[in-house]
């Protein structure tokens, strides 16, 4: 059995959403069919994704966290949003989230280096009582029965209720109110002990302060670092409860930004807890009314158990899993309703790669894609790598004195030896083909011929379907990486593929993967792999074209004869011609709109290849139809400088700034014929575009029907829709 990579499931997995795209950031590229992969929950229609919340799987190395940094940097810096994460891991003493934090102009806030105050006057009455009743089911969660309750209430309206020791002393030494004092006392026992732990226990420290300064909501990213406290200790559910009622009923009443994040890290920690269950189920449900994002980050369900705290990971519409266990990707498929193909798939992944579902109908398999920067501030392996580091260099030390003893006699190396490179490699990292010419680097000698198409497609014609589907993976694994995912090479497996899928008795798959090519920018037929040649070419160029009319010169001489009577009859039949033909248009013209009406999707899109850029042209055409939402995406190309668009007297551009990639721009055009092509210039600058250069332009018609015209040639264009 041929051991099979993750690109496997572009052949046996069916595309559930082949044709689906969402807006927004981009994140990586689809290993099913190679197109990018982007995805901003809140401004994707809440027909297709009714919440916006998320939930991360996936074991140690999957690339889980990581990939939730990425999406949490290119937000902010992309799209204004905020973010308060809950950091309870990370490396020498730190939270994993602090690089990231610190490099957005944010602010960690270590546990332990401050004290809270849950009564103080910062807070409305309502927010005191709530935080207590946190801390309190944080460590006690049977402490709080209905008369407990009352007895809470009645301490924190005493004068004395200023601090946490002064809401015990109320409760262990009442005033008479409504009920008796003694009653009252009888009542608020448990509650005293439950608050005592952070008074005078194990807790002390944290929640005991007279005064209480709380957090800035202005800033695009807040990180409470959690990381040197024990992670089996009641303080991190606490804290986290305490964290939880300030963005419930502070962040999110004063935070300005479009839309806001509140990410769990290790959420198995937060979610065992009954009183931050609780919290947290209360905002996963409130999150649409609220502006708000869930981001839950974990290894495995199984740390759930089966109570209530799985059943919240049901409420998150979208769901990315990295590498787990074959076991465990079972229990995740089953919870999360995933077709068998992405189950068997989950066990095969490799860092940086998970099985995503977006809304009730969307799965892929997709690749995250870092920049150098990203690499850096996400990284949570440098200590094994140290490790690995220093091993290398003490072996390669043993092998240095080996080498002095045997060959004393050679001569010494040079002093001035260069050192070796030290970089590494990004640990979610897609390799990328340099751009290179139209030629094909097969690397082999030129004297060898390359059978591997051919032999993918012979043994479909002999019903070796799956030897078939094995050979045409193996290839396009080895082509993607010798030569990068998008090269020529890697896109002419996509074509045998398509022939294999086609003598397989899959045409269905087999125009999906045609269309893929088209959406590439290929034609379809661009590759050849005929008996005859097992090399790809390409075509010598275009059919002749039709010879010219004849000139006035060069038509043979007619014999001039009277025309004057029959100008009467010429113009009789011009005039009933002509309504015969403005009539005609006319049904033609209707005709075309009635078709086009019936064609119609509300979206179009381009896939623009310039100044050495690619681009995306989408547009969206909004629910009542009287306005086109333009935007122009260059994902993550690394030659991409600067972006902009024209059209309607609106115009929105983007430059490449600190090393981060130009944000898409976007425009919004009032339309007053909603069926009627929008009309766009693009302009695109690459790796050689100076600032106040002119940049290469395009002009482009789009269609409500989907599709999209060169306007100066007619000619259609590939889409990425």
């Known amino acids: 059995m041929i051991r099979l990579p993750s690109s496997h499931a572009a052949i046996t997995a069916p595309l559930v959403a082949a044709n689906m795209t969402f807006p927004g950031i981009p994140i990586g590229r689809s290993l099913l069919d190679g197109r990018a992969f982007h995805l901003s929950p ?37 799209h204004d949003h905020q973010y308060v994460v809950i950091d309870s891991f990370g490396e020498d003493a730190a939270g994993e989230w602090a690089p990231l934090t610190r490099s957005l102009g944010g602010r960690v806030i270590e546990a332990g280096a401050f004290t809270l105050n849950p009564v103080s006057d910062l807070f409305p009455r309502e927010v005191r009582e709530q935080l207590v009743r946190s801390l309190i089911l944080a460590v006690e969660p049977t ?11 009645h301490a924190l309206s005493h004068p004395k209720a200023t601090a946490l020791n002064g809401v015990v002393d109320a409760l262990v030494s009442p005033e008479d109110g409504r009920w008796p004092a003694a009653r009252l006392e009888e009542w608020g026992v448990d509650v005293a002990i439950a608050l005592s732990r952070y008074t005078e226990g194990s807790l002390r420290g944290l929640f005991d302060g007279q005064d209480a300064a709380l957090p800035p909501t202005d800033l695009p990213i807040i990180s409470f670092d959690f990381s040197r406290l024990d992670r089996n200790s009641p303080a ?64 495995t369900l199984s740390d759930l158990g089966t109570g209530k705290a799985q059943d919240l990971a049901k409420l998150c519409e979208i769901a990315h899993v990295g590498r787990l266990g074959p076991e465990e990707a079972a229990i995740v498929g089953a919870l999360l309703g995933l077709p068998q193909w992405a189950v068997d798939t989950i066990p095969t992944l490799g ?33 094994r790598r140290k490790a690995q580091q220093a091993h290398a260099v003490h072996d390669s030390d043993d092998g240095a004195a080996e080498t002095t003893e045997s060959a004393v006699a050679e001569p010494a190396a040079d002093d001035d030896q260069e050192e070796p490179n030290q970089e590494l490699p990004a640990p979610v990292e897609q390799a990328h083909a340099e751009d290179s010419d139209d030629g094909w680097g097969w690397e082999m000698p030129p004297n060898m011929i390359d059978t591997r198409h051919l032999d993918a497609i012979q043994a479909a014609r002999e019903g070796r379907c799956s030897e078939a589907a094995d050979l045409a993976a193996l290839g396009e694994r080895e082509d993607i990486t010798n030569h990068g995912i998008n090269s020529d090479e890697a ?76 100008v009467a009859v010429v113009a009789a039949l011009s005039i009933t011609a002509g309504g015969v033909w403005q009539s005609a248009a006319d049904e033609d013209q209707r005709q075309e709109r009635s078709d086009k009406a019936a064609a119609y999707k509300g979206r179009s899109g381009a896939a623009l290849r310039m100044d050495g850029v690619s681009t995306d042209l989408v547009a969206h055409w909004s629910s009542d139809r009287d306005k086109v939402v333009i935007e122009l995406r260059s994902y993550l190309d690394k030659n991409a400088r600067y972006l902009r668009l ?19 721009p976007e425009i919004a055009v009032p339309v007053s014929d909603p069926l009627a092509d929008v009309t766009v210039r693009v302009a695109v600058g690459g790796k050689t575009w100076k600032d106040g250069a002119r940049a290469d332009s395009r002009t482009v018609r789009l269609s409500p029907t989907g599709a999209a015209y060169d306007a100066e040639t007619g000619d259609r264009l590939p889409s990425d829709l």
Request: proline share 8%.
């Open 42 to 78: 809140v401004l994707t229609s809440d027909r297709l994704l009714p919440s916006t919340n998320s939930l991360a799987l996936g074991g140690l190395g999957s690339g889980k966290s990581t990939t939730a940094k990425t999406r949490a940097r290119r937000e902010v810096l992309h």
């Open 143 to 153: 402490a709080l029965t209905t008369q407990a309750g009352h007895a809470l209430q």
């Open 236 to 299: 991190i559910p606490s804290l986290m409860a305490a964290v939880t009622c300030w963005v419930e009923h502070v962040w999110l009443r004063q935070s300005t930004a479009p839309h806001r994040h509140l990410v769990l890290e290790e959420a198995w920690q937060i979610l065992l807890s009954p009183a931050t269950a609780e919290l947290i189920q209360r905002l996963l449900k409130n999150s649409r009314k609220a502006a708000l994002s869930l981001d839950v980050v974990m290894h």
């Open 351 to 383: 860092p940086g790669q998970a099985v995503w579902k977006v809304g009730p109908g969307y799965v892929d398999v997709v690749e995250t894609v870092l920049s150098e920067e990203e690499a850096a501030l996400t990284d949570t392996s440098s200590r």
């Open 491 to 566: 896109i002419s497996w996509l074509v045998t593929r398509a022939q294999v899928a086609e003598l397989c008795g899959s045409p269905a798959q087999a125009a999906h993967l045609r269309a893929t090519v088209a959406r590439m920018g290929k034609d379809p037929e661009w590759y050849d792999t005929t008996a005859s040649s097992t090399s790809p070419e390409w075509y010598q160029g275009l059919p002749p074209e039709p010879p010219a009319p004849p000139t006035k010169d060069d038509a043979p001489a007619r014999k001039h004869r009277k025309v004057w009577p029959a």
């Open 646 to 664: 024209d059209a309607g007297g609106e115009s929105a551009s983007s430059k490449r700034q600190d090393g981060w990639y130009p944000k898409a």
